[in-house]
């Protein structure tokens, strides 16, 4: 989860140690002119609500990045999407289109009071010339900052480009009811390997505060 993002963007990235604040330099010129070529050259990002339109385009997609996954996800069907884009929820579509190669990398996010959520993405390829999807990450970021949102959760995305990105990790409780005391004891024998906890890359991606004087 990325936070917080109130105040100017512009704090938010000079708190960033210099090599981390250089990879959103490409997604700044991206995002401020909001489709206009002349500015972002053949790099296009736009927004539009999602709708009954969008739904078996973004399935495709979405599919296409499970299929490449090495671990199974919990997978969404295409009447999920066709509910979603027919409910009054404000999902939307965040494009960023490589109008010189023509092809696109397709985010859906969604609001909540102050927090913007990536849901989920939608690719065809596994890699792209122009590094698309980390570019859509940090669009993703931006678009929060300039809407003003508080925080930005990054959902499935992958931990390392989380954390490179100014995200820090958190971690996710699971509740289990059990009403026997030797199910308690077997869940505290086998609880790691039933939940095993994977470490976080440990990247610095701000600047440490400085120390306080000696007095």
Do not use: N
């Amino acid at each position: 989860m990325i936070e917080p993002l109130t105040g100017s963007f512009d704090s938010f990235l000079a708190a960033m140690r210099s090599p981390y604040r250089r990879r959103y330099r490409e997604a700044r010129r991206i995002h401020a002119p909001r489709g206009d070529p002349e500015r972002g050259g053949p790099l296009v990002l736009s927004s539009r609500p999602f709708s009954d339109a969008d739904v078996a385009c973004f399935h495709r997609g979405y599919r296409a990045v499970l299929d490449r996954t090495p671990v199974r996800l919990e997978t969404y069907p295409l009447a999920f999407f066709s509910a979603l884009a027919r409910s009054r929820l404000p999902a939307t579509i965040l494009s960023l289109a490589d109008t010189a190669e023509g092809t696109s990398v397709e985010a859906l996010i969604m609001p909540s009071a102050d927090t913007l959520f990536f849901l989920l993405v939608a690719k065809e390829r596994a890699r792209y010339e122009a590094d698309l999807y980390p570019l859509l990450l940090r669009c993703i970021v931006l678009e929060a900052s300039s809407r003003g949102f508080r925080r930005v959760r990054l959902g499935q995305t992958s931990a390392y480009a989380k954390v490179s990105m100014g995200a820090v990790p958190k971690r996710l409780e699971t509740f289990i009811r059990l009403r026997r005391p030797w199910k308690h004891r077997l869940l505290r024998r086998f609880g790691g390997t039933l939940f095993p906890e994977t470490p976080s890359p440990e990247l610095r991606v701000f600047k440490r505060p400085p120390r306080p004087e000696k007095t």
